[in-house]
């Protein structure tokens, strides 16, 4: 399946600094009847992302999500109050892009459309008008340039937005941008809380406070901790290094929910390359990406019940309805009790934590065994190196077996095994791995907010 997120893009054409863009956009929420609140007193969320040399700042909220009216209004109602023109950017399944442009009196002038899109919009897709969008495009961008990457066939949507992004002055990166992917670490994001000036009307619930409140009451006996992040990761540190993690994931709705989500649930260790929960579940979705259902069918095998899976396999609700939504997570907290926490509760050693990632098939390879011992080709979030550092005996007897004869393998296959089986025996090699995991554990530790 691919991607679906959607954001807004602000036109910066004098190129403000970013401390002088949150002040004017500050100041014009105050005038709309917000002022500025915090991450826990809050009616309105928005990541911003800036790049340089970039004539649009973009925008992010967790109440944005692909098809929903809620981003549409936000960007009229933005071009309005920034008295500037905005383009809400929607990409649907990796498939195709809607390129919505608005004016600065909050009219919506245009939409452009990239990819894919027949099977959803039909044949009749009206083209771009060249008047609204000739006049965003850059210096040295021509219209016929715009229409023939507008008009591109690609794999993923994604690919050619990325390249039309320089023909209107857009950074390639932040055309992509959604509020999971804004990275607090990063100078070039920013998050601004709001709330109503009046404090008569009721704060509506959100689902990451709701999520905060129904989770954070059930896991923090149990020794899960809230990370300091802007992103909703609880986390439970077992003997100084392994991780068990909970999380949540937004997901598609289906009619007549309007709203969905989905619990997610892993295992990390210090020993890995680098561990960043600064970041959205987007940018960790490689190793953190097991959800209730796949505790619930990963370890009874064949065994499980399809229909059940598609029951519990993501949750809806009614975002208007707040006990609906509180229901929802009600009801996907008695399942990660049920199929998740047990799973977890048992990975409490690292041999138990290889046989959980062996099991989830999750990232645990030796690629990055190299002999010349340069571990700079080792991806951030392999823990393949974990099977030295707890001389994982079910690999290293399967490698002793080949290297001593006991199992005959081809010839190059054998040259490779001999290579490996240094890392677990000669005393050089295995110091080596030791050294370099420990160093990584120091850098994890220091890194991680709790």
């Known amino acids: 399946m691919g991607n679906f997120f959607t954001s807004i893009q602000i036109h910066n054409p004098e190129q403000l600094s970013k401390e002088q863009f ?9 005038e709309n009847g917000f002022v500025v609140g915090n991450e826990d007193d809050h009616e309105i969320s928005y990541a911003l992302a800036f790049a340089d040399n970039s004539n649009w700042v973009a925008v992010g909220s967790e109440s944005y999500e692909a098809g929903n009216t809620a981003v549409q209004k936000d960007a009229g109602n933005i071009a309005k109050m920034l008295n500037a023109c905005c383009i809400n950017v929607t990409v649907v399944d990796s498939d195709f892009a809607m390129l919505d442009m608005y004016s600065n009196t909050g009219r919506k002038l245009d939409t452009a459309v990239m990819g894919r899109a027949d099977d959803y919009l039909g044949d009749d897709i ?16 021509i219209w016929e ?7 591109g066939d690609y794999v993923f949507v994604e690919d050619g937005l990325s ?12 055309i992509l941008f959604e509020f999971a992917d804004a990275n607090e670490s990063d100078e070039n994001n920013c998050f601004l809380y709001f709330k109503k000036a009046s404090t008569k009307k009721t704060k509506k619930l959100t689902l990451n406070a709701a999520f905060k409140q129904v989770f954070g009451e059930a896991l923090e006996p149990l020794g899960f901790v809230k990370i300091k992040s802007k992103h909703p990761y609880y986390v439970r540190v077992v003997n ?42 987007k940018n960790n979705y490689n190793w953190l990406r097991s959800s209730v259902d796949d505790f619930y069918t990963i370890p009874l095998g064949e065994d499980h ?21 509180l229901s929802a997570l009600n009801d996907s907290l008695e399942l990660v009790k049920k199929y998740m926490l047990p799973v977890l509760n048992c990975v409490d050693t690292l041999e138990k934590s290889i046989d959980f990632f062996e099991k989830f098939t999750l990232p645990i390879d030796t690629n990055a065994y190299n002999t010349d ?22 690999l290293k007897e399967k490698w002793r077996r080949i290297v001593e004869g006991e199992n005959k393998i081809l010839p190059e296959t054998l040259k490779i095994v001999n290579e490996l089986y240094k890392f677990f ?22 890194t991680l907010k709790f």
């Open 163 to 174: 390249e039309l992004a320089p023909l209107i002055n857009m950074d390639g990166r932040n």
């Open 126 to 141: 009206p083209a771009p008008k060249r008047n609204v969008w000739s006049a965003i495009l850059s210096e040295n961008s």
């Open 373 to 394: 011992l340069c571990f700079d080709g080792d991806s951030d979030y392999n823990e393949g190196f974990l099977c030295i550092k707890a001389d994982y005996q079910k």
């Open 305 to 325: 019940d399809s229909y059940y899976r598609q029951t519990i396999s993501r949750f809806y609700y009614f975002s208007e309805i707040e006990k609906s939504m």
């Open 240 to 281: 100084e290094e392994i991780l068990h993690i909970i999380t949540y994931k937004t997901e598609q709705p289906s009619y007549p929910e309007d709203k969905a989500f989905n619990i997610l649930g892993g295992v990390a260790t210090v020993y890995r390359k680098k561990i960043d929960l600064s970041v959205g579940i």
């Open 22 to 30: 949150i002040e004017l956009f500050c100041n014009k929420m105050k």
């Open 425 to 446: 025996v000669d005393p050089v090699f295995n110091k080596a791995v030791l050294d370099e995991l420990e160093g990584r554990k120091e850098s994890n530790i220091k």
């Open 145 to 151: 340039r715009f229409r023939e990457v507008q008009q």
